[in-house]
């Protein structure tokens, strides 16, 4: 019986890879990057910016391409200064959205970590394995989204395609 | 499968995680050792049958290093890492 799910390739994100100290990220973009949430693996959302603390002094920028160019002024990439790194990757991650009563079911064919809402919750981030690739993994309304490197993204998709038969 | 405890994100499988080694001694000064010490350090890799101090890397997590000891009789991660910085 095939699963009850719907998966769905998403448009490109903007995204954005900020290193260094909190707070030298927020005394250079504070404006963007005020609500940097302090616990380990666990997501923000403000105006339409999503923020990830997906390591130790790591987090990772996500909102609609569409604010990308506005972001990238704010953000000023090429004058940062030393101590903290920004670097657009927009175009290096592939997201999928899997959503439906059994979504949860497909995620746990490809990935090993305990996807239940108390384990991880709605403001859950993290960085994991997704059929042996590195993916990022969150939740979004009715399901998970779930980002790989790009060049991935084929094999992936015909990974889920054959998960879900 | 071990579970592995990251310190900046908890238990993980051990698939995320990729091995990097047992704890070498420090790096003696070549020329302060004999030629058979040299070469030990240089060709012997810690293998007790017990504890043993090991690196992994949470490459499809976090991308932290860290330190465990495990028990290579029973796999049990005996001493773990201390918290993320």
Not at chain 2, 53 to 60: A, G, I, S
């Amino acid at each position: 019986m095939p699963y009850d799910v719907s998966i769905e390739r998403l448009q490109l994100f903007s995204l954005f890879d900020l290193k260094g100290p909190r707070q030298g990220l927020t005394d250079w973009a504070g404006d963007v990057l005020n609500h940097l949430p302090k616990a380990p693996n666990q997501l923000s959302r403000e105006d339409g910016v999503e923020l990830c603390h997906t390591g130790a002094n790591r987090w990772l920028l996500r909102a609609e391409i569409g604010m990308e160019t506005d972001l990238e002024a704010k953000l000023r990439l090429e004058t940062a200064p030393p101590e903290i790194s920004i670097v657009k990757i927009s175009d290096t991650m592939t997201f999928f959205r899997v959503t439906g009563e059994d979504a949860i079911q497909v995620m746990s064919i490809g990935c090993p970590l305990d996807l239940h809402a108390d384990a991880f919750a709605a403001q859950a981030v993290s960085f994991t394995e997704f059929f042996n690739c590195r993916a990022l993994v969150l939740r979004c309304r009715g399901g998970f989204d779930v980002a790989v490197e790009q060049s991935f993204a084929d094999m992936i998709a015909d990974y889920l395609d054959r998960a879900t038969i | 499968m071990l579970n592995i405890p990251c310190p900046f994100c908890g238990q993980r499988n051990e698939s995320e995680f990729a091995y990097g080694g047992p704890v070498k001694p420090d790096r003696p000064q070549p020329d302060k050792v004999s030629n058979d010490q040299w070469v030990d350090y240089l060709t012997q890799v810690p293998n007790p049958l017990g504890p043993v101090e090991e690196r992994w890397w949470h490459v499809k997590g976090c991308g932290t290093w860290l330190t465990i000891w495990r028990d290579t009789r029973t796999h049990d991660i005996v001493e773990e890492p201390g918290d993320a910085g």
